[in-house]
């Protein structure tokens, strides 16, 4: 039988997929030699409202494949590996040749140099090129752990089941304690992990300057998603109660991140304070999650027209996400040799409009042609038309959505 549609999630995406491509627009500003004081703390402010981004596609990836395979329905890990590797992998491959063409030819080189060609590897294992593909990587360890995962969460669906009453309780207990190991790891990141890798050396060093792109250090977001979908129609319900008393505490984190910022950069900013792995951003994300999920609970159930738009970036939102850099670069050509000096915070906000907008309408593009599923994934493949003989099925397209 088909399934409900969780059409927040597509909505929590959209807003996901804006957050993301707004943050690296306003890196391309921030670090500018020309830019003004007011621009910078402001564009480091907007920075912290929209860094939730990378953790609500974790999140999303747990819902939709806990949603789908944690209710009973048989699992064959070798099918669900191929169509993940067709969904991700596939375009991940793609775009990473696409950006490596691309920044070699914008530095001035020549595709048939063999410093060119030796660098293309090097960006399929690690890629700076296209520098938010390294999500792609990341993202696929937790399919190839999912079989675990998801044994390791079977007793608390069997008794969101059996004893819903109870359930709740039990899980907000869970969560807690997950959240404090979870917060003690991030602490252990971001204040002792460098002083260990430089004392220890070795393979522990290579494992902490690269921790950023291991899976356990978002395992919590993608457990949190595991929640969401065992527990659905709760998970909306206090999300929308606890809507106003989260949303003053995100305002509050808020205000301190931003004003723990102020203290340490008095001169330039510097963004990587703001990292996932430090035990304050994580409160902030946590609670500024919580909220997005609330209202997008809202945004379809009042939304009209700005559900409809936020619908529809969602839907291209993979696509666009894997375009954005590529679109971003295009736009920075032309930004980057102007005197910008008192407007770079709306250059920034210009900017993001047209990635945003331009990324979003490629990807719609690239949804249309023969081989878009080389490029987008699932996406890019053609569906058979409505009532064609098909129930619907829930929402399964891949990165947020988790395939």
Excluded at 169 to 182: E, S
Excluded at 234 to 252: C, D, M, Y
Excluded at 327 to 339: C, D, H, K, W
């Amino acid at each position: 039988m088909a399934r409900e549609r969780i059409e927040e999630v597509t909505v929590l995406r959209a807003l996901a997929f804006m957050a993301i491509t707004m943050q690296h627009c306003i890196a391309e500003y921030i670090y500018r030699a020309d830019i003004l004081p007011p621009d910078e703390l402001m564009l480091a402010m907007l920075f912290h409202f929209t860094r939730f981004g990378t953790p609500a596609f974790v999140f999303l990836s747990g819902v939709i494949l806990f949603y789908n395979y944690g209710a009973g329905q048989p699992l064959r890990y070798g099918t669900f590996l191929r169509k993940r590797a067709a969904d991700i992998l596939v375009p991940f491959l793609s775009w990473t040749v696409i950006y490596w063409a691309a920044v070699t030819l914008y530095s001035g080189h020549s595709l048939a140099e063999g410093a060119a060609w030796s660098a293309l590897p090097m960006q399929l294992l690690r890629p700076t090129y296209g520098y938010h593909l390294w999500f792609i990587l990341m993202i696929f360890q937790f399919y190839l752990l999912f079989p675990l995962l998801m044994k390791a969460g079977e007793p608390l669906r069997r008794f969101a089941v059996r004893q819903p009453g109870r359930a709740f309780g039990r899980t907000l207990l869970i969560m807690g304690a997950a959240a404090a190991l979870y917060a003690a790891l991030v602490w252990f990141s971001y204040y002792r992990a460098g002083q260990t890798a430089a004392e220890w050396g070795g393979l522990w060093a290579w494992l902490m300057e690269h921790r950023s792109k291991w899976f356990v250090f978002y395992a919590f977001y993608f457990m949190l998603g595991a929640v969401c979908a065992y527990g659905l129609a709760r998970f909306r319900q206090t999300a929308l109660s606890w809507l106003v008393p989260s949303g003053l505490l995100f305002i509050g984190l808020y205000i301190w991140i931003g004003y723990e910022l102020l203290q340490f950069n008095v001169e330039e900013m510097r963004l990587g304070m703001s990292t996932y792995l430090r035990p304050a951003v994580f409160a902030l994300i946590t609670v500024q999650l919580l909220t997005a999920y609330g209202l997008s609970v809202l945004v379809i159930r009042y939304g009209g027209w700005f559900k409809r738009a936020l619908l529809f970036i969602g839907k291209h939102s993979f696509g666009g996400f894997l375009a954005h850099a590529f679109v971003l670069m295009l736009v920075s050509g032309v930004t980057r040799p102007m005197a910008l000096a008192g407007y770079h915070l709306p250059a920034a906000v210009l900017t993001f409009f047209v990635a945003a907008a331009g990324s979003i309408g490629l990807a719609k593009l690239l949804s249309l042609l023969p081989f878009g599923a080389l490029l987008i994934g699932a996406q890019g493949r053609r569906r058979p038309a409505a009532g064609a003989g098909r129930p619907a099925s829930p929402d399964k397209r891949p990165l947020s959505a988790g395939g």
